[in-house]
């Protein structure tokens, strides 16, 4: 059975969906401290939720990147993350439509554990300036730093033991999504 194209998996539960960011340990130690999103975290530019662990583990090398040494586990209100994908514009899509959104959305090739691209995409959407302060304020109920977890998969998956290292990822499972919003983001059903 082949995994459809694109399809948004995550972590989640009747009221909350949990997506993944990396930070520097300026960002990550003040929010993860407040519980919360707190300065120096950004309201004024675009942040990029995933909802892949892998593609995190992908973007940030495994947490190792400059200014993404923190990888946190972003726990937010189901209803904020269906207000995000419902004012979602593809990144491919006409420019001006794309300049005016509130919420980027873009498909990217989901990753295996040792970052080889694979033949489905992971979703990754981009909250806007406009949202920016609705997603920190209201839309997150938790944060959960999972950098020891992540180099202890990391040092599993190069010291060749990625069954135990299958056995740490967080869980993630099909998200259902509206039609109307699934056949606007290019969503498989």
Not at 3 to 29: E, K, L, N, S
Not at 55 to 65: A, F, P
Not at 153 to 165: M, R
Request: glycine residues 6%; aromatic residues 8%; contains cysteine.
């Amino acid at each position: 059975m082949t995994t459809p194209q694109c399809q948004i998996r995550a972590d989640h539960d009747a009221g909350t969906v949990v997506v993944y960011q990396a930070y520097a340990p300026a960002v990550a130690d003040p929010a993860l401290r407040a519980g919360r999103f707190v300065a120096p975290f950004s309201l004024r530019r675009m942040t990029w939720i995933k909802p892949s662990f892998r593609w995190l583990m992908h973007r940030s090398n495994w947490g190792r990147k400059p200014g993404q040494q923190r990888v946190l586990a972003v726990r937010i209100t189901r209803a904020g993350w269906e207000e995000a994908l419902s004012r979602g514009v593809l990144t491919t899509s006409d420019a001006a439509a794309v300049a005016r959104a509130a919420v980027h959305v873009q498909w990217d090739p989901e990753r295996s554990l040792r970052g080889a691209a694979l033949d489905h995409y992971s979703i990754q959407v981009g909250i806007g300036r406009d949202l920016i302060r609705t997603f920190a304020e209201e839309w997150v109920v938790d944060l959960t730093d999972l950098t020891p977890r992540v180099r202890k998969i990391a040092a599993l998956v190069q010291t060749g033991q990625a069954a135990k290292a299958r056995r740490l990822l967080p869980p993630e499972r099909l998200y259902p999504v509206p039609r109307a919003v699934a056949a606007r983001l290019g969503i498989d059903g």
